[in-house]
């Protein structure tokens, strides 16, 4: 219908154009978008690394920052590529926002220790306590002090909380 000396007239030929014009755009579009997502999730594998080869008690410390900085894009496009955007990982499907804990602080060696770390190391010690004998929050804030993890009982009542695990003495 495009093609020169087709007798289709002129308006007809300008509505196709439009819409292929259209069609091609949205192609592209969804292209970038791929391509973006692509940058960002292989940006999030090389610095959560530890998390993918050995599981999520060693999920690290990260800013949206570090990866738009890795990835050459501002923060906002890291941020609206990763919310409500999850991946499967042989550990399971985790939303894309959960690769980016905060730092609670740092190790002996100067590493940078993530909530989520802390988290999980609870949820481990809680889930081999002994029942006759459950560990108080302040038990295991010791625990956590005496493997480098330091966190104040507060901190691990509030950590207890969030993870829905029942009050101890």
Same mark, same amino acid.
């Given at each position: ?8 007239? %002129? *308006? !007809? ?11 091609a ?9 791929? %391509?973006?997502?692509?940058? !960002?999730? @292989? &940006? $999030?594998?090389?610095?959560?690394? *530890? ?11 990260l800013?949206? +920052?570090? $990866? ?12 609206? !590529? %990763?919310?409500?955007? @999850?991946? +499967? %990982? ?7 926002? @959960?690769?980016?804990?905060? &730092?609670?602080? +740092? ?5 940078? $220790? ?6 999980n ?7 081999? *306590?002994n &029942?006759?004998?459950?560990? /108080?929050?302040?038990?295991? /804030?010791?625990?956590? /002090?005496?493997?480098?993890?330091? !966190? ?6 509030? @950590? ?5 695990i029942?009050?101890?003495?």
């Amino acid at each position: 219908m495009l093609r020169r000396g087709s007798t289709v007239r %002129t *308006e !007809v030929k300008n509505y196709v154009r439009e819409k292929l014009n259209s069609a091609a755009w949205l192609v592209r579009s969804i292209e970038q978008r791929r %391509t973006t997502m692509l940058k !960002v999730m @292989y &940006a $999030i594998i090389d610095r959560q690394k *530890e998390f993918f080869e050995k599981g999520p008690p060693f999920l690290g410390p990260l800013k949206l +920052q570090d $990866i738009a900085d890795m990835v050459g894009m501002h923060i906002s496009t890291v941020s609206r !590529v %990763t919310s409500n955007k @999850y991946v +499967q %990982t042989p550990m399971g499907i985790f939303e894309l926002k @959960y690769f980016f804990p905060e &730092a609670m602080g +740092q190790d002996s060696l100067g590493g940078d $220790i993530s909530s989520e770390k802390i988290r999980n190391r609870i949820q481990e010690l809680v889930d081999n *306590e002994n &029942a006759k004998k459950p560990l /108080s929050d302040q038990k295991l /804030s010791d625990i956590l /002090s005496r493997e480098d993890l330091k !966190v104040a009982r507060r901190t691990v009542a509030k @950590y207890r909380e969030q993870m829905k695990i029942l009050p101890r003495g």
